[in-house]
Structures are given as C-alpha cells and as structure tokens.
C-alpha cells in the first residue's frame, strides 16, 4: 500500500498555475485548493480527499464520491468500526495494518439518507456511517429497495 505521506510535493510551477487559476476540489460541498503533492488525483482533490483515497488506506473512491464522507463510527449502534473489525481478529490491526484498514473499510457503509432514486444528494449532509449490521436492518426497515411509489 502507498503511503500518502511519502508523496513528492508538485513542482512550484505546477502549484504557482494551480493557485493562480483558483482550481478547487470535485468533491461535492468541498471548496479546498487542489493538493499540493503528486500522486494519484493530484488535479481532482484537495489534500484531505487525497489522503483519504483507498489507495493510501483511506475510504474514498473516486468513481464514488459518497465514499469520502464515511466515517469511523456507525451511526445508528455508535460502535467504532475498528472495534467491530477487532472483535473478530484481535491481532490483525498489528499484524496486518493494510488488511486491517481494508476490513475497516469493507465493514463501513455509506448510506444515503435520502436515496438518490428519491433525489438524495452525494454531499455529506446526506450521508450516514452504517456498519454492515445496522445498513441490513435499516435497508428491510425501511424497504430501500423499492420504488418510491411501492413503499408501504
């Protein structure tokens, strides 16, 4: 796994041109200067989106932009996501960091509050950390699954 703190920093050229053409984040509801390290997304993201792609062991992905506003903690059970994951492998987070970070991250659910089909939004506003646990009882609780006119 790359470490995002070991990235090269951009050229003073490249920063200079950046700076002066005002070129901000992509991520919706996010309005920081683009990062100034080289590096996977270096003209999408602003430092912080960068550093918390999965690629440096974060939780967003590009192609899903909902993905960056999960957090470490489940919102319904308000356990930590990491307890969960150590719970069942007690060892992993120092024996394996990367695999650890991966179970953390597969264990975590960004769910929409308002669904898009619906017209939710990807903004963090609308976003909610579930585990897998709470997303399965919220997803049949409130029949996510069907159509806005099928619900009962």
Sequence with gaps: ?????????????????????GLKCTIDGCDSELTLRKGECQDLLCEEH????IIY???GRIDRP?????????EICKRLIADIVRDIDPNLEYN???LFSRQCRNMTI?????????????????????????NSYKTIAHEDWRN???RS
């Design 1 to 21: 796994m790359k470490k995002w703190d070991e990235l090269p920093y951009k050229s003073l050229t490249k920063i200079k041109r950046q700076k002066k053409s």
């Design 50 to 53: 960068q550093k918390n792609l």
């Design 96 to 98: 394996n960091p990367s």
């Design 148 to 150: 806005h006119s099928e």
């Design 66 to 74: 909902w993905t960056f506003h999960r957090g470490p903690m489940c």
């Design 110 to 134: 960004a769910d929409h509050k308002i669904r898009k089909a619906d017209g939710g939004k990807d903004c963090k506003e609308n976003i909610q950390t579930l585990c897998l646990n709470c």
């Design 57 to 59: 062991d974060g939780f």
